[in-house]
């Protein structure tokens, strides 16, 4: 449990999903990674935020603004919440403990996915009515998870390490409760 | 495929340079054979392995090419103005042309050094010299742009140059024609007693790659063509070579080369350097110029400099001597070792090769023929490796592959010649298209070349390609030098004419290549570093546009409340930062150029209305999709106008009095 532990915390040491767009004029993609609390792009490729906004404002996408996220701000601490309370299991030690803490990662990993997905939504649907480009019944939705085409970008979305990090500590977890001490209270 | 042998040698074969061209010219298609394609091809989407970088000439630009494919990659431009991006025309950039001349917007670049460590390429700065208004530039090789002239004082035609050391410690630069110094109002005629040579020794700052003027060598007044510094064993020494020994002022064509032998100047420059620093030069004034660029801020400054420090090898020993060469040597060049120094007179019908170790000796032995003004002149049999019976006619300059092979260009005979410098044999002949200067193999002047290809740049070009008029590019030629025999692979145009090139691992230049400002770091005092900084201010009739760029708009792009016999400064900031997203600017009736700005820098160009009216004004370069949106009006009204001074994007209507 102590391991799981410490790879919830690599949440803070890697991104935990990235968006990639391809395109001719973009060797190799505009790489989009998304961290627990901030965006950042490749090395030395730029402001990748800035690079995005100045492709999206053609088709009247909202500027990405990071400092409006509220979720930059307070997945850190939900985290931080999330390790104390895995202290406290480990302390209580019992199944029961290990199980409550796997269960509640799990429902805050689901509402995590559901909340990326409004955001991606609203992205995607909610569009300036004065864009330079518009194209009859076209939405910039890009995908939860895996690979679409939005006009000459071809765009993936995956989870990172940052995410499999959360998912082995939650079957770390779960281990911990499985083999560990088998009582119930 | 051997060429008919060589006879009848004497000074007449001058005559025939121009004729000579013809009898290679049959062989023109049956040279190309076998896989020459396959050696050039470079994919789509595939890298050259080389650069090579090629001086422009009376372009006075530089060039850099790919190699093997010979595409041109960019021109850089140097000495010269280039509208093309506004050097010269920005306000930030008009600072590098300046001299004790004032602003001289052109030259004539010749000679291509890259910076070395321990005799070997480092990829770190490119030098160039201009020759008619002595200058020395230095380019930055991770963003190909001129950082830095410096101008040589008192010297005419500065041609020997800028011949670097081991370890870019000096460039030295010799001067080709020789002038009354300091200069003065003196019958041309008086040139024996009036006229005297200066050989500058250009410091270069090992972290920054900053030139300094640290001392001038007063020599006799001849003409000093070309040099290279000694490398391995013969680190510290300079070898140049002289033509018009006889001190002609007129027709040197003929007067100039009577002489038998002209000479070869040796200078131990860590001698010179140790009585520089025990003071033991003259300091004089004169008046020279430095101008360098700001890389943050992007704007090049000028200082002037007055004075220099000469030292005088009549009363400082040991410092330079002479050994003769035999006559009107042009290239002089040394081997990868060190040891052997290549003097080749371009009237002679052999080459003189020399022996490091033996010079040495000769010095040692005071083994002296005589004296010029106090510099020994050593003995010519004892200093020599040996001779290069008849290679052919007119050589020039040579360089060298790493496995004992030199490789000299002759300009009468039109052709590249291969030998072993040891045993001073010959071992291939290729004829070149025709006639050949220069030639470079990468790497081929330094302890480590790397072989694999050789470029004559040719000074005729006739038929080579299709025709363009009397006015033709001048021609460079590929060849593979791998096997025992030269293999002719490619020819290519170039621009301007190439002099020198020098050619190194693409390996060593790629991966530092910018791709962008950093826009935090722009420094620049008229920058807008966001839109929202966007604004005109008026001091009295100059008015200062502070615009900026970005997919796909200028802000503001609309300005009314100029002025006729205002002075409109329109200071562009490229707020993008991403590769290869650079803006232009144009403005209607601008006499000067266009400006073009990479992402995160700022440049200025100054527009002064010439009638009243509305303007526009646009970006130059195809940015994005909305390219042909992203422009702008100015409106002009006459002078005491009352139009209120707004500006703007989306009529926001901004005013002094809003935006504050």
Request: with cysteine.
């Amino acid at each position: 449990m102590g391991l799981g532990l410490l790879l919830l915390l690599g949440v803070f040491l890697f991104p935990i999903w990235q968006i990639t767009l391809e395109a001719a004029q973009f060797p190799g993609g505009l790489r989009l990674n998304i961290w627990i609390n901030r965006f950042s792009g490749d090395e030395g490729g730029g402001d990748i935020i800035k690079n995005i906004n100045i492709l999206n404002h053609y088709i009247g996408m909202q500027y990405i603004e990071p400092d409006s996220i509220p979720e930059l701000q307070y997945f850190p601490y939900v985290i931080w919440a999330m390790f104390g309370l895995g202290v406290v299991s480990m302390v209580i030690d019992r199944r029961w403990a290990y199980f409550t803490w796997s269960g509640i990662m799990i429902v805050l990993c689901l509402l995590g996915v559901y909340d990326f997905y409004l955001w991606l939504y609203d992205y995607g649907h909610n569009l300036d009515p004065m864009a330079p480009i518009k194209i009859e019944g076209m939405v910039y939705m890009p995908p939860l998870f895996g690979e679409k085409d939005l006009l000459n970008f071809y765009v993936k979305s995956y989870p990172r390490l940052g995410t499999i990090l959360v998912a082995v500590s939650m079957v770390l977890s779960f281990v911990a409760g499985w083999f560990g001490k088998n009582k119930l209270v | 495929m051997m060429k008919a042998p060589f006879h009848v040698y004497s000074v007449l074969l001058l005559a025939l340079a121009v004729s000579l061209t013809s009898c290679s010219q049959q062989n023109a298609t049956t040279v190309l054979e076998g896989n020459a394609a396959e050696l050039t091809y470079v994919a789509p989407g595939e890298y050259d392995e080389f650069y090579a970088f090629m001086s422009g000439g009376y372009s006075g630009q530089i060039t850099a090419y790919g190699l093997p494919s010979g595409r041109l990659l960019k021109e850089i431009p140097v000495f010269s103005v280039y509208p093309e991006n506004g050097y010269g025309f920005s306000e930030e950039s008009k600072p590098m042309f300046n001299t004790s001349y004032g602003f001289v917007p052109w030259d004539d670049s010749h000679h291509i050094e890259l910076s070395q460590t321990d005799g070997e390429f480092d990829g770190r700065w490119l030098f160039v010299n201009g020759n008619n208004t002595p200058r020395i530039a230095r380019v930055d090789l991770t963003t190909f742009e001129t950082v830095e002239i410096l101008e040589i004082p008192d010297v005419a035609g500065l041609h020997c140059a800028p011949f670097i050391t081991e370890n870019s410690e000096y460039l030295v630069s010799g001067t080709r024609f020789s002038v009354p110094i300091p200069q003065a109002d003196v019958p041309i005629t008086s040139f024996k007693e009036n006229f005297k040579g200066l050989i500058n020794y250009v410091a270069v700052d090992q972290e920054s790659g900053e030139m300094s003027l640290a001392f001038q060598i007063e020599m006799p007044g001849f003409n000093y063509d070309l040099a290279r510094n000694g490398k391995g064993k013969s680190h510290g020494w300079s070898f140049l070579t002289t033509y018009n020994s006889e001190q002609a002022h007129t027709l040197l064509e003929v007067n100039a080369s009577q002489k038998d032998k002209d000479l070869l100047a040796i200078i131990d420059w860590k001698k010179a350097e140790e009585y520089f620093k025990a003071g033991r030069g003259t300091e004089r004034t004169t008046s020279y110029y430095h101008n360098q660029l700001d890389e943050s801020s992007g704007i090049a400054a000028s200082t002037e400099m007055t004075t220099t420090t000469i030292l005088d090898p009549a009363e400082l020993p040991d410092m330079v001597y002479f050994i003769p060469v035999p006559k009107s040597p042009h290239g002089c060049d040394i081997d990868p070792t060190g040891e052997y120094i290549v003097g080749n007179g371009k009237l002679s019908a052999d080459m003189s090769i020399y022996s490091f170790d033996k010079l040495m000796a000769t010095i040692e032995a005071k083994d002296f023929d005589g004296d010029i003004n106090g510099i020994p002149i050593l003995n010519y049999e004892s200093g020599l490796h040996g001779i290069l019976k008849k290679p052919g006619l007119g050589p020039l300059h040579t360089e060298f592959d790493g496995k004992g092979n030199a490789y000299t260009t002759f300009f009468i005979s039109s052709e590249v010649v291969k030998w072993d410098v040891e045993k001073l044999e010959i071992l291939d002949r290729q004829s070149t298209f025709y006639s050949p200067g220069h030639l470079t193999i990468p790497g081929g002047e330094t302890k480590k070349p790397f072989g694999k290809y050789l470029v004559a740049m040719n000074k005729i070009t006739k038929d080579r390609y299709l025709p363009t008029g009397p006015e033709l590019a001048h021609s460079a030629q590929l060849f593979d030098i791998t096997g025992d025999k030269m293999k002719l692979i490619l020819d290519f145009p170039t621009k301007g004419e190439p002099h020198y090139a020098q050619a190194i691992p693409a390996s060593m230049i790629q991966p530092n290549s910018k791709k962008f400002y950093a826009i935090e770091e722009n420094t620049h005092p008229y920058a807008s570093l966001g839109e929202g900084q966007a604004k005109v201010t008026r001091e009295g009739n100059q008015v200062h546009v502070y615009m900026t760029a970005i997919r796909s708009h200028l802000a503001p792009d609309n300005i009314e409340g100029i002025q006729m016999g205002d002075e409109v400064y329109f200071h562009l900031t490229n707020l993008e930062q991403d590769w290869d997203v650079p803006h232009g600017f144009a403005v209607q009736g601008a006499n000067n150029a266009e400006l073009l700005v990479m992402p995160g820098q700022t440049k200025t160009l100054k527009w002064e209305p010439f009638r009243p009216g509305v303007f526009a004004f646009y970006c130059t370069d195809f940015c994005s999709a909305l390219h042909q949106e992203m422009s702008g009006y100015v409106r002009v009204s006459p002078k005491g106008s009352d139009v209120e001074l707004v500006w703007g994007l989306n009529d926001e209507n901004k005013s002094a009095q809003t935006s504050r």
